[in-house]
T-cell receptor, first 113, second 115 residues
């Protein structure tokens, strides 16, 4: 069956360090993979999209990698700040539309001083 | 602030009742998708509307239905409410089915509690 797995345990890191979050998937051939940030009680906010033919994408302190052989995406936040504390959701689309997404359960990131 | 507005923000219903949730998409966006997010889970795709037609549906029963209006706003209707329908219902809008960047703009959601 199709599955998207993200670390269910919270990730605690110190301010200034790089946070790395993992998204693994099985039985998908996604055309797109997206990362969203969600704060408690709020809707998800789009961060980055990476296409199946792209290996890496960057945006300011964020970096996403996409390995279709390993069926894995890594999401990095460099020089992390307490304001980066949130739940980060990985989402796949295999319909080619980038809008009918299947989400993972998310990983909660806590950045401490 | 994304410009996607949802109403109501919170509501409480009892089993067997019906509910209508509303969404105004971001200006210029012609596609609205609805997602259900249970506590501690990721959002689950319910269905999508593109230019007033249903354009894809997730694994939800027929008692979940929707509409899109000529101004691209949308409604989600749920009949015969069950306890498991308690969740945050999210509306997301985009330009076209994927938009130029694939970005979905989510509203803040409607929190439904079924007692």
């Amino acid at each position: 069956s199709q599955k998207i797995e993200q670390n269910s345990e919270a990730l605690n890191i110190q301010e200034g360090k790089t946070a790395t979050l993992t998204c693994n998937y099985t039985n998908y051939s996604p055309a797109y993979l997206q990362w969203y940030r969600q704060d408690p009680g709020r809707g998800p906010v789009f961060l980055l999209l990476i296409r199946e033919n792209e290996k890496e994408k960057r945006k300011e302190r964020l970096k996403v990698t996409f390995d279709t052989t390993l069926k894995q995406s890594l999401f990095h936040i460099t020089a992390s700040q307490p304001a980066d504390s949130a739940t980060y959701l990985c989402a796949l689309d295999d319909t080619g539309t980038a809008s009918k997404l299947t989400f993972g359960t998310g990983t909660r990131l806590q950045v401490t001083l | 602030e994304t410009g996607v507005t949802q109403s109501p923000t919170h509501l409480i219903k009892t089993r067997g009742q019906q509910v209508t949730l509303r969404c105004s998409s971001q200006s210029g966006h012609n596609t609205v998708s609805w997602y259900q997010q249970a506590l501690g889970q990721g959002p689950q795709f319910i269905f999508q509307y593109y230019r007033e037609e249903e354009n894809g549906r997730g694994n939800f029963p027929p008692r979940f239905s929707g509409l899109q209006f000529p101004n691209y706003s949308s409604e989600l209707n749920v009949n015969a409410l069950e306890l498991d329908d308690s969740a945050l219902y999210l509306c997301a809008s985009s330009l076209g089915q994927g938009g130029l960047t694939g970005e979905l703009f989510f509203g803040e959601g409607s929190r439904l509690t079924v007692l």
